[in-house]
């Protein structure tokens, strides 16, 4: 049985990137944000929507991405979001060729955006961005980490 002190405590991801996000206003950050199931990210994402009062930018991978960084500056060209959220990942046919290249281009990251960067990643990618990009993974703070079980939880709550 749930106590209301449960409720709270399965928000507090959620909260986390929240105020993850704020900090970060106009400046580089990266956020990498675990979730296995793309229905709570959409969830989640529509919480933040409604909880920041910032606009936020979605690109979705497509199979077919060969690098994150030139497919993110293609798609904004010279617009800066002030939050910008990648999903996608897990759909990605060569995800090891696009971790190592996206690990040899972060110092361009870092040179160009000037946003929080949320990276959406499942347990898969996150075993594999550690392997492959330890530098750029390096450059978040700890992951946050939504459990399906309790974002469904939060939903329900909130």
Not at 34 to 42: A, H, L, P, T, V
Not at 98 to 117: A, E, V
Not at 128 to 144: C, E, G, M, R, Y
């Amino acid at each position: 049985m749930n106590s209301p002190n449960d409720a709270q405590n399965n928000t507090l991801p959620t909260k986390r990137l929240e105020r993850a996000i704020k900090f970060a206003c106009g400046e580089f950050s990266l956020v990498i944000a675990c979730c296995n199931s793309i229905s709570n990210q959409e969830q989640i994402i529509n919480l933040l929507r409604e909880s920041l009062s910032t606009d936020i930018q979605e690109i979705i991978l497509s199979p077919e991405t060969e690098t994150l960084y030139s497919n993110i500056v293609n798609k904004l060209g010279t617009s800066q979001p002030p939050v910008l959220m990648i999903r996608g990942l897990e759909s990605v046919n060569d995800i090891n060729q696009l971790l190592i290249s996206t690990n040899m281009m972060r110092d361009g990251f870092r040179k160009y955006f000037h946003c929080p960067i949320v990276l959406w990643v499942n347990d898969e990618i996150l075993t594999k961005l550690v392997w492959l990009a330890p530098d750029f993974k390096n450059w978040a703070a700890s992951t946050i980490r939504f459990e399906a079980s309790l974002m469904q939880e939060a939903v329900l709550s909130a």
